[in-house]
């Protein structure tokens, strides 16, 4: 149970049930409760050789009535199409007046002229039924694809599970539950909204930890979380060797970060360049507490246990393991 409760807290859960909601929601409207209706079609839907039946019975016509108003219109039913079915009637006229075809191509070309006309203008085809087909493909596809990048997403998380073998996820969870809370009371101090511990354990890829922070009476205050921030070296695992804390406050038009770097990545110009855009720079030392304010909230981050990894990076380069608790305050003042 307690994996899978971590296993839920490491998912988007809301972000993607909504997409997928949406999306189904969306087929379901567009598909079966209100379909688009394809009806007052123009000709230049039809098949080729019923297009070349219509234009002969359209200039069959024009000889009963001469209209060029009316016989342009007929030729524009047929859009893009029209010419090269124009074309193949006066190459086997068949049982139509040749002179007949003669007299309406010309009759269609000076009013098609006059008007400048474009063929094809105007025309979507936003009702045709392929094109409706092609809409509900492209839905499925993407649910299809949504599907598959949630199980890639399971997989690298769970790892090796079925074989019995514990999970950087499953060990960092073990690991927060085993932890004591600090006693803020005990301490002089008014007991926290709300108060977490995370840990990141190498192998946990994915590590990206938040929380809701809510009033007693259920009212949303803002949130807070952490997650990796910057990785160094080459292949996998990743070598985190900087987290990110941040605390979001409904009340603050800026959400707070700081960035908790090891001592190599502390050190090294090039990393402290890439990472100074995203918030304070913080030095990791076990037991330091970081402190993040908004216009409402205080959060104290507490580095509660740390542990560098060893192998052919620097030293003191990238984390083994390191467990924060997390406490949020209403801010004084």
């Known amino acids: 149970m307690d994996f899978i409760i971590a296993l839920l807290k490491k998912l988007p859960i809301i972000p993607i049930a909504l997409f997928i909601g949406g999306l189904l929601f969306g087929l379901l409207i567009g598909w079966g409760i209100a ?52 074309e193949k009637i006066q190459n086997n006229p068949g049982s139509t007046d040749q002179e007949v075809i003669r007299v309406y191509g010309e009759t269609v070309r000076r009013v098609l002229e006059a008007e400048g006309y474009q063929p094809g203008a105007g025309q979507t085809g936003s009702s045709n039924p392929v094109a409706r087909t092609a809409l509900l493909g492209i839905g499925i596809v993407l649910l299809l694809g949504v599907l598959a990048a949630g199980g890639m997403y399971l997989f690298r998380l769970l790892g090796k599970r079925g074989s019995g073998e514990v999970t950087a996820v499953m060990q960092g969870s073990e690991i927060s539950r085993n932890v004591e809370r600090t006693n803020f009371e005990e301490m002089g101090l008014a007991p926290p909204i709300t108060q977490t511990m995370t840990t990141f354990v190498l192998g946990d890829d994915l590590y990206d930890e938040s929380f809701s922070i809510d009033t007693q009476a259920g009212e949303f205050m803002g949130e807070y979380g952490v997650g990796v921030s910057e990785a160094i070296g080459v292949g996998e695992p990743k070598k985190v060797t900087a987290l990110e804390i941040w605390l979001f406050d409904k009340n603050d038009i800026k959400t707070a970060t700081k960035v908790l770097m090891s001592h190599h990545a502390f050190g090294d110009p090039a990393i402290r360049s890439r990472l100074e855009p995203k918030g304070e720079l913080v030095l990791v030392e076990p037991q330091a507490q970081i402190l993040l304010e908004t216009a409402t909230l205080q959060l104290l981050a507490t580095v509660i246990d740390l542990e560098y990894g060893k192998g052919p990076l620097p030293d003191s380069s990238y984390f083994e393991r390191i467990t924060l608790e997390l406490a949020i305050w209403p801010r004084q003042g």
Do not use: C, H
């Open 35 to 86: 379909p688009v209706e394809f009806k007052d079609a123009t000709p230049s839907y039809l098949r080729a050789d019923l297009q070349e039946d219509y234009l002969r019975m359209a200039i069959d016509s024009f000889r009963l009535n001469s209209d060029p108003g009316l016989a342009a219109d007929r030729w524009k039913g047929l859009g893009v199409n029209a010419q090269q079915v124009y």
